[in-house]
């Protein structure tokens, strides 16, 4: 009988005991994941992906969207629109890249690069109404991955070369 009701009394504390250490390690998981997840997310921070906004003299206006696919490819697509420019007209769309690893948020390079379809540089062309788009892109395997860079971007008269459009400076972080 003592047996019993010392299993009895024990019982209980074991059970609760038990629970208790199982609760905990299930909040230490809880707790592993959810930092894992905040790591992945943390990850994916980087600027890898930018909205260009491009400006010019009274309602002249672009968007680049800047994207570098997760892949071993190393892509960046830039699809390009503008719009408020002269109609039935060719544009070219530019780049500048400060030194690889030295970002301060100030461009000041001004060796421009006109982007295209890969290496072949590719005109935007507009339509009646002055609205243009076009889908560029750009290989930059060569670059490591990881390297940061200060960025901005132009929209030049592919006839005159005139600056007609104009972006702030950003980051860019390749992948």
Same mark, same amino acid.
Request: hydrophobic fraction near 40%.
């Given at each position: 009988?003592?047996?019993?009701?010392?299993?009895?009394? =024990?019982? +209980?504390?074991?059970?609760? #005991?038990?629970?208790?250490?199982?609760? *905990?390690?299930? !909040?230490?998981?809880?707790?592993? &994941?959810?930092?894992?997840?905040?790591?992945?997310?943390?990850?994916? =921070?980087? +600027?890898?992906?930018?909205? #260009?906004?491009?400006?010019?003299?009274? *309602?002249?206006? !672009?968007?680049?969207?800047?994207? &570098?696919?997760?892949?071993?490819?190393?892509?960046?697509?830039?699809?390009?629109?503008?719009?408020?420019?002269?109609?039935?007209?060719?544009?070219?769309?530019?780049?500048?890249?400060?030194?690889?690893?030295?970002?301060?948020?100030?461009?000041?390079?001004?060796?421009?690069?006109?982007?295209?379809?890969?290496?072949?540089?590719?005109?935007?062309?507009?339509?009646?109404?002055?609205?243009?788009?076009?889908?560029?892109?750009?290989?930059?395997?060569?670059?490591?991955?990881?390297?940061?860079?200060?960025?901005?971007?132009?929209?030049?008269?592919?006839?005159?070369?005139?600056?007609?459009?104009?972006?702030?400076?950003?980051?860019?972080?390749?992948?």
């Amino acid at each position: 009988m003592k047996t019993i009701k010392l299993f009895q009394g =024990v019982l +209980p504390v074991v059970i609760l #005991v038990l629970a208790l250490s199982c609760q *905990k390690e299930a !909040g230490d998981e809880l707790q592993f &994941q959810q930092g894992n997840a905040k790591n992945s997310v943390k990850a994916e =921070v980087p +600027p890898f992906n930018l909205e #260009v906004i491009l400006r010019g003299e009274g *309602k002249q206006f !672009g968007l680049i969207k800047f994207r &570098q696919d997760v892949d071993a490819a190393k892509v960046v697509t830039l699809e390009t629109w503008v719009r408020d420019l002269e109609p039935n007209h060719a544009y070219l769309l530019q780049r500048a890249v400060d030194a690889i690893n030295v970002v301060d948020g100030n461009c000041t390079s001004t060796t421009w690069l006109t982007l295209g379809k890969g290496l072949v540089p590719q005109s935007i062309l507009t339509d009646d109404k002055g609205t243009g788009n076009e889908d560029l892109f750009r290989d930059i395997s060569i670059i490591p991955s990881g390297s940061r860079f200060d960025i901005h971007f132009r929209v030049i008269d592919a006839i005159t070369s005139a600056v007609v459009l104009n972006s702030d400076c950003y980051e860019y972080v390749v992948r």
